[in-house]
């Protein structure tokens, strides 16, 4: 989580988005789309939230964990959304190593690391 370089699966994570660029608005656009964010945003901030817990539990913060887990859910995916609308000119392992160095900034801001 705070390591220096992102993990194999954010890498992986975003090359699959890569390949698969073309499906995102065609989604965005369908009637199902709200249910879909609104269940990627809970699925990566209770994936956070658990890692968090595991890593951090014990750490002294002003900020609880599970709202540290939605700030940083909301923020990937707002981050994703851009990358993938605005076709930035990021390679995916760029993306992965930019996302996670954000995470990995607003981690140690929250828990004075």
């Known amino acids: ?12 994570f975003f090359e699959e988005l890569t390949k698969n660029r073309t499906v995102y608005p065609m989604m965005k656009r369908g009637p199902a789309w709200p249910e879909i964010s609104l269940g990627l945003h809970e699925q990566i901030a209770s994936h956070l939230l658990d890692n968090l817990q595991e890593v951090f539990g014990e750490a002294r913060s002003d900020i609880p964990l599970d709202l540290l887990a939605n700030y940083i859910a909301v923020a990937q995916f707002g981050f994703i959304r851009w990358w993938l609308e605005a076709r930035a ?5 760029e ?13 140690r801001e929250a828990l004075h690391l």
Do not use: F, K
Not at 1 to 12: C, H, Q, Y
Not at 89 to 93: A, F, I, L, Q, V
Not at 95 to 107: E, G, N
């Open 95 to 107: 993306v992965a190593r930019i996302a996670h160095s954000m995470r990995r900034a607003a981690i």
């Open 89 to 93: 000119p990021y390679s995916p392992e």
């Open 1 to 12: 989580m705070l390591a220096p370089e992102p993990s194999a699966g954010t890498a992986i």
